[in-house]
């Protein structure tokens, strides 16, 4: 979802901002998406109309004007790649990124502005009718596979623990209508197929899997104890898993687009690494994130699909105008 959060954390090793990224973007721009071109945040605004894509990152506004002036109205991307639930996911990995925590934050301080432009009684109104789409904890997942320091049945519990609290705290600052991302098969990603002769890894799959009935229940809990609280849930595992085992759309759902073959398995996609030339066959853009199609595929599941198994209680559309 970072759509060039990072480029303006110092001391960040998680950056896009060159070359591959970004080949099929207006005017091939390496913005610090992690993706060909748009990323999921652009396609969903898109398809949900009256965006061309993802509102700026925070810090880009900080970086511009000293009071936003009046571009949070359109919103603001919080989103920062390598992040997680956790406050530590990335930090000793990547230098430093956003923590949920910390985005969160930042969010209080843009509902200042937000108050300061419109008054309180207009500027909750804002808030209220706003959408606030998550799509978090991939990044928890890959470290607790690599580090393991506790059971899985635990982690789920704190990491489910965990997301209440960010999300209470949103609801707190006036946020509403909550556009959730289930975990997707991260197992079946390149850097992870990379590590298994070329197949999805199980006990990763399971893991992703097995967050998305917790999630689940917390959303529900939440709609049900918090006053106007109301979410929509995608599924991302089984939206994705759908496309790898019936390679639907795609000629290619194994491969990385863009990347550099080590000995130590997927490496970066960056200037001199092979880059695939028909971008849109291929599920993958690099050793983690999904091609621009990917991303427009699972935005038009996520906005308008009926299927409960795809999004439920109701798609992303109906959320916007709940």
Same mark, same amino acid.
């Given at each position: 979802?970072?759509?060039?959060?990072?480029?303006?954390?110092?001391?960040?090793?998680?950056?896009?901002?060159?070359?591959?990224?970004?080949?099929?973007?207006?005017?091939?721009?390496?913005?610090?998406?992690?993706?060909?071109?748009?990323?999921?945040?652009?396609?969903?605004?898109?398809?949900?109309?009256?965006?061309?894509?993802?509102?700026? &990152?925070?810090?880009?506004?900080?970086?511009?004007?000293?009071?936003?002036?009046?571009?949070?109205?359109?919103?603001?991307?919080?989103?920062?790649?390598?992040?997680?639930?956790?406050?530590?996911?990335?930090?000793?990995?990547?230098?430093?990124?956003?923590?949920?925590?910390?985005?969160?934050?930042?969010?209080?301080?843009?509902?200042?502005?937000?108050?300061? #432009? #419109?008054?309180?009684?207009?500027?909750?109104?804002?808030?209220?009718?706003?959408?606030?789409?998550?799509?978090?904890?991939?990044?928890?997942?890959?470290?607790?596979?690599?580090?393991?320091?506790?059971? &899985?049945?635990?982690?789920?519990?704190?990491?489910?623990?965990?997301?209440?609290?960010?999300?209470?705290?949103?609801?707190?600052?006036?946020?509403?209508?909550?556009?959730? #991302?289930?975990?997707?098969?991260?197992?079946?990603?390149?850097?992870?197929?990379?590590?298994?002769?070329?197949?999805?890894?199980?006990?990763?799959?399971?893991?992703?899997?097995?967050?998305?009935?917790?999630?689940?229940?917390?959303?529900?809990?939440?709609?049900?104890?918090?006053?106007?609280?109301?979410?929509? #849930?995608?599924?991302?595992?089984?939206?994705?898993?759908?496309?790898?085992?019936?390679?639907?759309?795609?000629?290619?759902?194994?491969?990385?687009?863009?990347?550099?073959?080590?000995?130590?398995?997927?490496?970066?996609?960056?200037?001199?690494?092979?880059?695939?030339?028909?971008?849109?066959?291929?599920?993958?853009?690099?050793?983690?994130?999904?091609?621009?199609?990917?991303?427009?595929?699972?935005?038009?599941?996520?906005?308008?699909?009926?299927?409960?198994?795809?999004?439920? &209680?109701?798609?992303?559309?109906?959320?916007?105008?709940?």
């Amino acid at each position: 979802m970072d759509v060039g959060t990072n480029n303006y954390v110092e001391n960040c090793t998680a950056r896009v901002n060159h070359k591959y990224y970004g080949i099929d973007y207006p005017g091939s721009e390496a913005t610090g998406r992690f993706s060909n071109g748009f990323n999921t945040a652009d396609t969903i605004v898109q398809q949900l109309g009256g965006y061309d894509r993802s509102p700026l &990152p925070y810090l880009a506004l900080v970086n511009s004007s000293t009071n936003f002036s009046g571009d949070v109205l359109r919103g603001v991307n919080f989103a920062s790649g390598g992040a997680g639930l956790a406050t530590q996911i990335g930090q000793s990995f990547y230098g430093k990124v956003i923590s949920m925590e910390e985005q969160v934050q930042q969010f209080g301080t843009v509902r200042g502005n937000i108050t300061a #432009l #419109l008054g309180e009684s207009k500027g909750d109104l804002l808030l209220q009718n706003s959408m606030y789409i998550i799509s978090i904890g991939s990044n928890d997942v890959m470290t607790y596979i690599f580090m393991r320091q506790m059971t &899985p049945e635990q982690f789920i519990i704190n990491i489910t623990e965990t997301y209440a609290i960010h999300l209470k705290n949103l609801y707190s600052l006036g946020a509403r209508k909550f556009g959730i #991302l289930s975990i997707p098969p991260i197992g079946c990603c390149p850097l992870a197929r990379s590590f298994n002769g070329g197949n999805c890894t199980d006990d990763t799959n399971n893991l992703a899997a097995a967050l998305y009935k917790p999630f689940e229940s917390l959303l529900q809990n939440l709609s049900s104890t918090l006053e106007g609280f109301k979410y929509s #849930l995608g599924n991302t595992y089984n939206m994705t898993m759908n496309v790898i085992t019936k390679q639907i759309g795609f000629k290619d759902v194994k491969s990385a687009c863009c990347g550099t073959v080590t000995q130590q398995g997927l490496g970066d996609c960056k200037e001199g690494a092979h880059l695939c030339t028909n971008r849109d066959d291929l599920l993958f853009w690099d050793a983690f994130h999904p091609t621009q199609k990917g991303s427009q595929l699972a935005a038009s599941a996520l906005v308008f699909s009926q299927d409960p198994e795809v999004v439920t &209680p109701i798609n992303f559309g109906s959320l916007r105008n709940a």
